[in-house]
């Protein structure tokens, strides 16, 4: 364990392969997600005209809500592991129509295929909790470098009140899902930047579904600005 979280199970191969079998009933399966993601959007605060990277877009969740706030000026890149995913969420950006508005492309967070300084905002949501844990700090400085200065960083991730070992924590490895809980603020901290704000919380339950994941882990979303130049 580091920082209060114990290892992923899952390689970059492995998440590909169960997030292109998992495309296609995902929201259905995830529908406790959408609560969170309204907070982090909010928290994202989107202006018109802005560009705004989403990383791992997923079904398009978050993505739809920040394309929506930048308006027809404003610019929306989304990334994902998963080709199935980034169907998913094409077509859902159509539906809303918004296709004009966003781009996408196939890609690991490792290595952003986009140039230093070109984003206001970036999102992340549900990637670093499936992330091994020496890839936290590659991922975030690449996400920093895309950043402009005073750039606004947005992670969701699933989690837990503090650095305390869970009992979800403890049958993990047994599971079969691919998440686990996170704890990004201090990492964040470590690599610079600044007005670090974490909320934490778990699901508000609607179902017997939801009422057993609020009671396995909660939900952190995590805002903090990359450095201004000097």
Known sequence: ????????TYTDDKARWYYNWRASNY????EWEKEFHAEAVQMAGAQEGQRVLV???GTG????????????????????LSDAMIDQARANSDKHGLGDRVRF???????????????????????LDLIP????????????????????????????PD???T??????????????????????????FKHIQRSYRAPRPHSFYERLIALLWGQEIVLAHKAAKS
Not at 1 to 8: A, L, V
Not at 109 to 114: G, S, T
Request: aromatic share 8%.
């Open 1 to 8: 364990m580091k920082n209060g979280m114990i290892e992923s």
């Open 27 to 30: 929201e259905a399966m995830a």
């Open 163 to 165: 650095e305390k070992k």
């Open 55 to 57: 990383v791992a877009c």
């Open 167 to 192: 009992f979800y924590e403890s049958i993990y490895r047994w599971t079969g899902i691919p998440c686990r809980p996170v704890l990004m603020a201090p990492y964040l901290e470590a690599l610079g």
């Open 105 to 127: 492309k196939q890609g690991n967070a490792r290595e952003l295929p986009y140039p230093d300084e070109t984003f206001d905002i970036v999102y992340n949501s549900y990637m």
């Open 61 to 80: 969740r978050g993505m739809i809500e920040l394309a929506q706030a930048v308006g027809p000026t404003g610019r929306v890149d989304a990334l994902d």
């Open 133 to 160: 844990l020496d890839g936290f700090d590659p991922i975030l400085k690449e996400m920093r470098r895309v950043l402009k200065p005073d750039g606004k960083l947005v992670l969701l991730n699933m989690s837990k």
